[in-house]
Structure formats: C-alpha cells, structure tokens
C-alpha cells in the first residue's frame, strides 16, 4: 500500500502554497463554514492572517444534507477566495463535490478537500490524482480507519501524493455532539500512515464551545494541524454558526495553539538531544 509508513520513514511533508503540513510544527487552516459574500469573506480572511493561521478555508460549492439549505456561491465563490488569497497572502483550501468540477476548482484554490460525504466517490478520487494540487481527504461519517486510508490510496495511485487526511467525527449513538471526534483514530493513522492527519473538532463536535478543548487534543494526540470554522458573526452565517468560533474565541485559540508548538519543538529538540 503507498499509503502506509515504512519502518523509519518520515511523515509526508504537503506543501500548499507557501504552507506546509507535516513538517513537525501544527498547521492551522480557518474560516467560514461557506463563503457568503465578499465582505464576510475579507473580514474572516483578515481574521484568519491576525490570528496566525497560513490556510483560508472556506466553501463554494456545499454539499448540504437538505437540498433547500443554502448550496454556496460556486463559480463566485472561488473568484472570492482567490481575491481573498491576493489580499493576505493565505493559501486557500476548498471542497470539491465531483469529478467534473475538479479542473476549475483546482483553477483557483491552492488545495482541495473532498468532504465526508463524498470520501467514496472513486471517480472523484481518481480525478484528483491528476489534479496537479494537494488534496484534504475528509473521513466518511461512518468509514473504519481501513476503508479512510484505502480513499487516500485511490488518489496516490493515480499519481497524487500530496493528500492529508483529516479526522471530522464519526456518527456515533451519541446525541449530545454533532459527531464524535474519534482522536483514537489520529492517533493510530499516524502510526499506519505517512500523510499528515489533521483534526476538525468544529464538525466533530458542533459545539463552540468544545472546539478549544477539542483542537489541543487533537495536537496531543499527534495531529499536525487543526481545521477550524471562524465567522465574523457567527449568528448571522449561513451556515455551520453553532459551531463557528467568533473573532475573539479563535484569537484565544491561536496563543494556545502557538503554546503547544513551541512545547512539541522543545520536546522535540529534548528527544534529539537524548539521541546524540
Ligand atoms: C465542511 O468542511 O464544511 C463540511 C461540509 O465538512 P464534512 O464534509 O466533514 O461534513
Ligand atoms: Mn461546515
């Protein structure tokens, strides 16, 4: 399999554009749920940058379990994210639903994510082998680790190396939380896989207020990076507002992140003073 690590080997180091993920010190893509309009979209861009994250991510096209909720700007949408990009430098990382829209959205975001719902869609995955651009591949709401990392397989095998998988939340019986955040899981791919895994405890868990709590773990449990929904008002989103964090909450967020980078390089740099 070319998904799975080799005794000694090193973690795949996934460049997007000037970002990486994998390289020992967590990443951190943020954003809104969906792009809604080119004010809310700069606002939270803007947001994104002060707070230190390197990746804008935000929707265009929105795969919604409804089809009369709000299915994002599509076309629109991406023109908005790459003005974003241009504004503050962010790279921007979006989904794509399927196979036949991979060239234009591959046309204007620098890495792109296939949600959950499409973690199977083999023809999806094929075409992202060729995309030429990294690809986040969101776990199924109800895939075992085998079936995620066989999902990363089809598009390593069609030419595309650079994938990061991503925990979102597996369905449970539990009620309270949208998801349950399966940190087990992170921490067990990590060891079977050389793609970075990052966490989404804003899908994980649906609640603001378990995100903070929820994305140091995801750290401690060896993730390299976090995905996180910010909105500028979160009551006013259009999508996703429960368990978006507002403008400070995700300040706060980012100095705790920022914390735990620098103990994991001091930890490291302990280890590799033991090792000499
Ligand atoms: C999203 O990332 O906004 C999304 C729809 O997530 P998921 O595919 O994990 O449900
Ligand atoms: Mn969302």
């Given at each position: 399999?070319?998904?799975?690590?080799?005794?000694?080997?090193?973690t795949?180091?996934?460049?997007?554009?000037a970002?990486?993920?994998?390289?020992?010190?967590?990443?951190?893509?943020a954003?809104?749920?969906a792009?809604?309009s080119?004010?809310?979209l700069?606002?939270?861009?803007?947001?994104?940058?002060?707070?230190?994250?390197?990746?804008?991510?935000?929707?265009?096209?929105?795969?919604?379990?409804?089809?009369?909720?709000?299915q994002?700007l599509?076309?629109?949408?991406?023109?908005?994210?790459?003005?974003?990009?241009?504004?503050?430098?962010?790279?921007?990382?979006?989904?794509?639903?399927?196979?036949?829209?991979?060239?234009?959205?591959?046309?204007y975001?620098?890495?792109?994510?296939?949600?959950?719902?499409?973690?199977?869609?083999?023809?999806?995955?094929?075409?992202?082998?060729?995309?030429?651009?990294?690809?986040?591949?969101?776990?199924?709401?109800?895939?075992?680790?085998?079936?995620?990392?066989?999902?990363?397989?089809?598009?390593?095998?069609?030419?595309?190396?650079q994938?990061?998988?991503c925990?979102?939340?597996?369905?449970?019986?539990?009620?309270?939380?949208?998801?349950?955040?399966?940190?087990?899981?992170?921490?067990?791919?990590?060891?079977?896989?050389?793609?970075?895994v990052?966490?989404?405890?804003?899908?994980?868990?649906?609640?603001?207020?378990?995100?903070?709590?929820?994305?140091?773990?995801?750290?401690?449990?060896g993730a390299?990076?976090?995905?996180?929904?910010?909105?500028?008002?979160?009551?006013?989103?259009?999508?996703?507002?429960?368990?978006?964090?507002?403008?400070?909450?995700y300040?706060?967020l980012?100095?705790?992140?920022?914390?735990?980078g620098?103990?994991?390089?001091?930890?490291?740099?302990?280890?590799?003073?033991?090792?000499?």
């Open positions: 399999m070319l998904t799975q690590r080799q005794a000694g080997q090193q795949t180091l996934v460049r997007v554009g970002a990486r993920i994998g390289g020992g010190q967590p990443a951190v893509m954003g809104p749920c792009v809604e080119k004010e809310q700069l606002a939270a861009a803007c947001l994104v940058k002060a707070g230190g994250a390197q990746m804008l991510r935000g929707g265009a096209f929105k795969p919604r379990t409804s089809p009369y909720a709000f994002g599509e076309e629109e949408g991406l023109r908005l994210l790459a003005e974003a990009r241009e504004e503050t430098g962010l790279a921007v990382v979006t989904e794509v639903l399927e196979a036949a829209a991979v060239p234009v959205v591959a046309a975001a620098d890495m792109l994510q296939v949600g959950a719902r499409n973690m199977q869609n083999f023809a999806l995955l094929k075409a992202l082998g060729k995309a030429g651009k990294p690809v986040l591949l969101k776990r199924g709401l109800s895939a075992t680790i085998e079936e995620w990392l066989c999902a990363a397989e089809y598009i390593l095998e069609a030419g595309n190396g994938v990061v998988l925990e979102r939340g597996i369905r449970t019986f539990e009620t309270h939380t949208r998801n349950t955040l399966d940190l087990g899981a992170v921490a067990a791919v990590k060891g079977l896989s050389h793609l970075p990052i966490v989404d405890p804003s899908h994980g868990t649906g609640r603001r207020e378990l995100v903070h709590p929820l994305a140091l773990a995801a750290l401690a449990a390299d990076g976090v995905l996180i929904e910010v909105h500028p008002a979160p009551e006013e989103a259009l999508c996703d507002g429960p368990q978006s964090l507002p403008p400070m909450e300040l706060e980012m100095d705790d992140l920022r914390f735990y620098r103990l994991r390089k001091r930890s490291r740099m302990a280890q590799l003073e033991k090792a000499v």
